[in-house]
């Protein structure tokens, strides 16, 4: 089995950061791609930021320059740094992995979630 655990959220005023990390453990053989995903409410879940085993990374337009995530192979773990959060990134942020589990099997994997919230 696999467990993906994400932690980090909480209430942070405008201009105030934030890092978010997220955990699997479990039977992994290896994970491939990384990434966090946001879900404000009344809104569909939106892909914020995605990392490649190798480093590679790609960020929604209204992420760039204020976040940065990146990823420890050595122990499952991907980060995101938030600065200079605005209201607008207020939302639940969840993690999802793509895991190889066995010889042939890959499966996506999502945290649980953590509540981000940035007053204004």
Do not use: H
């Amino acid at each position: 089995q696999v467990q993906v655990v994400c932690s980090g959220g909480g209430l942070v005023q405008a201009g105030g950061s934030l890092r978010l990390s997220c955990a699997a453990s479990g039977s992994i053989i290896s994970i491939s791609a990384m990434d966090w995903y946001r879900q404000a409410p009344g809104k569909q879940r939106e892909l914020v930021v995605t990392i490649t085993r190798s480093g590679s990374t790609n960020y929604a337009d209204s992420v760039k320059g204020r976040f940065t995530i990146s990823r420890d192979n050595a122990k499952n773990t991907v980060y995101l740094q938030m600065n200079s959060l605005k209201p607008e990134d207020t939302a639940v942020y969840y993690c999802n992995a793509v895991i190889q589990v066995s010889q042939l099997r890959y499966g996506n994997y999502w945290g649980q979630g953590t509540q981000v919230t940035v007053s204004s």
